[in-house]
């Protein structure tokens, strides 16, 4: 499982795109960005065509699901018309660590259909939900194992920095990373291998009303093929 291990530690240009209202770090190759039901109904083809200079928009996160039951109420139809649109889509559940990872994970299985030329699944996790330490990396680790014994591929995992650092840490250094450190002017401030940075909740994006969390792979485009569900 070698594929997913990106890190840059060169000093990351950021250059300010007036057009997505951020400074974007552009030595990165390939961007992106992450929605749910915050983001309302999204013109997805708007979003593919959008491209300023030489940045454009590489891959979407998506929320389906959170917690034992939940399904956010634009899932099906941003999944779907991201595939429409050609725009690479990975799917992502919100984690409850109070609550069965077992059940969890089954919640995500039922909604979700990966294909070919999607992203791996992701686990967003950031909270402890009044638990202990403990108890969130068993639930965790249950989500992610009945999840990739489902899918036949390892899921990414979604956190911040400090909860990553304090919570989970090296128990879960296998699994490749989705780091959210914004406004950092270098990279992510951790020190174990990542592959995707979410770098600002501020962006703005043809089709999308509302403000939008932008992310880059650390990778080259061959990385990011190698990353896609075969």
Do not use: C
Request: a positive charge.
């Amino acid at each position: 499982m070698l594929g997913y291990k990106w890190l840059m530690y060169r000093k990351a240009k950021f250059t300010r795109y007036t057009e997505f209202g951020i400074s974007i770090p552009s030595d990165y190759l390939i961007h992106g960005i992450d929605v749910s039901r915050y983001q309302q109904i999204i013109a997805w083809e708007e979003v593919k065509a959008m491209q300023v200079y030489d940045i454009k928009l590489g891959f979407a996160f998506i929320k389906a699901t959170e917690g034992v039951s939940n399904v956010d109420p634009q899932f099906s139809r941003n999944w779907r018309k991201a595939k429409a649109n050609d725009i690479p889509r990975g799917a992502y559940h919100f984690f409850i660590a109070s609550r069965d990872g077992k059940l969890q994970a089954e919640n995500f299985i039922k909604r979700v259909d990966l294909a070919p030329g999607d992203l791996p699944p992701v686990l967003d996790v950031e909270q402890l939900n009044s638990t202990s330490r403990a108890q969130l990396r068993k639930e965790a680790k249950e989500w992610l194992e009945v999840v990739e014994k489902h899918y036949k591929v390892r899921p990414i995992i979604y956190t911040n920095v400090d909860f990553y650092n304090n919570y989970l840490g090296d128990e879960f250094d296998d699994y490749p990373l989705w780091v959210a450190h914004y406004y950092e002017q270098r990279k992510p401030r951790i020190s174990r291998d990542w592959s995707f940075w979410q770098h600002s909740d501020k962006g703005s994006v043809n089709g999308i009303i509302s403000r939008v969390d932008f992310n880059v792979f650390a990778g080259d485009s061959v990385a990011f093929r190698e990353m896609l569900v075969r």
